[in-house]
Structures are given as C-alpha cells and as structure tokens.
C-alpha cells in the first residue's frame, strides 16, 4: 500500500484565491482526519470523518474552511477565500479501528501551504 | 477537553546517552497514548503506544511508561542515535462521540550530537 497520498505537496498562492487540498486515505480505513500544524499551535485537528461521514467539525476555524469526502477513497480541504494566517501544513491522517476503539493514525505527507 | 502537556520543548543529548520526554494529561478517561516521530520537513509516523491498561511497554531502544494515578506518560530512549533527532509528538486519545478523539502534544524536539 502506497499509504496515505495528499496533493499538492506545496502550494503558493494570493490571498483571497481559493485552496484545495486533496488525500487518498489507505484502502480499507474508514475513518479519515484533517490536521492544522503550525509552530505556535502545533497539530491541530480540523474535522473528522468516518465512514465518509463528518462526525466532528468542531476543529474547523471559520466558515472559509469546508471539507467534503464524496468517496471512501478521497477527500478534500477547501479554503475560500485564502488568507495569509492559514499558512501552515496541512496533514490528513487516515486510521481503522484497531481492538475495539482504538484509531491508529497514519499520516500523509502533507501539503505546506503559503498564502501572500 | 482534553489537555495535553510535554515537556521539554528541545533537549539535546549526546550519542550513546538515554533521552526522556515527558506528558501530562488532564482526562482520566483517555485510555490510549501513542508516540509519533516527525523528522524534518516529514510526515509524523507512529513509532510505539500504550493503553492504559498496561503500565509500560518496550521496543528495542525506545520504551513507554504510564502513570493513571499521576495521569502522567514518558518516552525512553537509550543508546541515542543521530538517526533519533527529530521532533517527538505525545498524544492522548479517548472515547468521544463514538470515535477516539486524539489530542497532541506541542512536541519536543530532539537534538543527538554525534
């Protein structure tokens, strides 16, 4: 399995342009999950989807962030409109059920993001 | 919510001495703590976790110890290696809402000097 796989692995752009971000979580994991790292706030998560269900957005800093998951197999991370404080980089984990409730995370490479 | 303490914020060690991180977390109903490793400008990868049902656990040079009374976790590294220098992330996860919520550490990052 090649793993967990986001896109792009950087990205610049202007503020105010709109920013997707894409991950292909591993074959057979059923819950996926965003994650915000920056040096001040370290990773934080944004939202959390299980069974292509968002189950807890509560991490999600404004209404410019949306996140959709149309298939088990992708997801996306839209800001609109991008903003130079959502620098950072941008991590999507995906995890199974492992014993019971425990959820192993495997992240991506991520993508670092850099808004002018 | 859960809160998630580390220390230190950097160590430096020398190769070959043991290195220690430390956490500290607040919900007594967290039950599993993962430890990932994130080199630099990598992804973090999982490298060793305990449920709380276990007090400590071993893989090779690296081991965890739990404290549930203390609500208190710990990274052990012997025999440091520069391959070790990286930054360390603790973590807590527990029940919530039907899934396991995980909350991180602010990370440590570690410094072997040859």
């Known amino acids: 399995d090649a793993g967990v796989i986001q896109s792009p692995r950087h990205e610049v752009t202007e503020m105010g342009q709109e920013v997707t971000l894409r991950c292909k979580p591993i074959?057979?994991?059923?819950?996926l999950f965003w994650y915000r790292q920056t040096m001040m706030r370290g990773l934080e998560l944004l939202i959390y989807?299980?069974?292509?269900?968002?189950?807890?957005d509560s991490g999600m800093p404004e209404d410019r962030f949306s996140a959709k998951m149309p298939n088990a197999s992708f997801s996306t991370l839209k800001i609109q409109p991008s903003e130079p404080r959502d620098s950072a980089v941008y991590f999507c984990?995906?995890?199974?059920?492992?014993?019971?409730?425990?959820?192993?995370?495997?992240f991506g490479s991520g993508t670092q993001l850099s808004v002018l | 919510g859960e809160n998630v303490e580390q220390h230190p914020s950097t160590l430096s060690v020398q190769e070959g001495d043991s290195a220690v991180i430390k956490c500290t977390y607040s919900d007594s109903a967290s039950n599993y703590f993962p430890w990932y490793k994130q080199e630099l400008g990598k992804r973090p990868q999982l490298i060793i976790d305990?449920?709380?049902?276990?007090g400590e656990k071993k893989d090779q040079r690296i081991a965890v110890t739990l404290n549930k009374t203390a609500k208190h976790f710990s990274l052990h590294i012997t025999e440091t290696q520069p391959e070790d220098s990286a930054v360390y992330f603790c973590a807590a996860s527990k029940s919530s809402g039907g899934y396991q919520k995980v909350t991180f550490g602010t990370g440590t990052k570690l410094q072997v000097i040859p």
């Open positions: 305990i449920r709380s049902n276990v």
């Open positions: 984990a995906s995890s199974s059920r492992d014993r019971g409730d425990i959820e192993k995370l495997f």
């Open positions: 074959s057979g994991h059923n819950s």
């Open positions: 989807f299980n069974n292509n269900v968002p189950i807890d």
